[in-house]
């Protein structure tokens, strides 16, 4: 288990958006760039609740920028085992019913344009959305909506790490400062 060392300071003064993702920065430079053995290995001595804010940050900081880039991260989650999976357990573990039916709408919506066209989810790409108008459509539209979703995601994870701060952070006490009396 890796905890983020963090003063009372800081730690009461970051966004919900921050918070989770200082929680999980000591992991993600451990496994930034590493084969999947590797990540594996980390993400399988993690805390449950660092597991699903891993795995939530992991599609979340991907899918964020921009609705191409939802679209292609969601495929590529969905082409390799294991993701997909972890992301939905992660979900759950944090008893987020929005995001997870959201997700589960992208999912359909591509896996339904994949069947038409033949093709497999290794074999998106962030162009797509150029030469598709069906897919532009539909990708913005549930990127919209998506967003929208993760902006409650986050104040929930963000509710849960505050509530379980032993399993994140390992707070330090702030230096007495006699001024402050």
Not at 35 to 47: N, Y
Not at 48 to 73: I, N, T
């Amino acid at each position: 288990m890796t905890l983020v060392h963090m003063n009372q300071t800081d730690w009461k003064g970051l966004t919900d958006e921050r918070l989770g993702a200082a929680c999980m920065e000591p992991t993600f430079q451990r496994i930034r760039g590493k084969s999947p053995e590797i990540k594996t290995e980390v993400i399988s001595h993690l805390t449950p609740g660092q597991k699903a804010l891993c795995m939530f940050r992991v599609m979340y900081d991907h899918a964020k920028p921009s609705p191409a880039e939802y679209y292609a991260w969601i495929s590529y989650m969905m082409d390799l085992p294991g993701y997909w999976s972890g992301v939905m357990e992660g979900l759950r573990f944090f008893g987020d019913a929005n995001m997870i039916g959201m997700l589960e709408e992208t999912q359909e919506a591509l896996a339904a344009r994949n069947t038409l066209l033949g093709k497999e989810w290794s074999s998106a790409s962030l162009s797509d959305m150029e030469r598709d108008e069906a897919l532009r459509i539909t990708v913005n539209s549930l990127f919209a909506r998506f967003t929208e979703i993760a902006s409650v995601s986050l104040q929930n994870i963000a509710s849960y790490i505050r509530t379980h701060p032993q399993e994140f952070v390992q707070l330090e006490a702030e230096p007495f400062d006699p001024a402050s009396i």
